[in-house]
């Protein structure tokens, strides 16, 4: 399973992490990942972190911590 990571900052401006060919993609705006509260669980079931791929592996991803792992030095990027 690979997993490719999006943070979006504006229209036509991603942060990326993971390879192009990925099974899973996950996408979630920055301002979503920069708030103090920022929690890729809650992001998901409040619809505000989406993805395409698999959901069992994006589940996974998300209850093992790698999503918020590899998310968030896409956040802090300059």
């Excluded at 399973?1 to 099974?23: C, F, H, I, L, N």
């Excluded at 698999?54 to 790698?66: C, I, N, Q």
């Amino acid at each position: 399973m690979s997993v490719q990571y999006r943070v979006v900052v504006a229209k036509g401006d991603e942060r990326t992490s993971g390879p192009a060919d990925a099974d899973v993609v996950v996408t979630v705006p920055l301002d979503v990942v920069t708030a103090a509260d920022f929690d890729p669980v809650v992001a998901y079931m409040q619809g505000r972190l989406k993805s395409t791929g698999p959901t069992g592996e994006l589940l996974e991803v998300l209850r093992s911590g790698a999503a918020a792992e590899a998310i968030s030095p896409l956040a802090s990027h300059p």
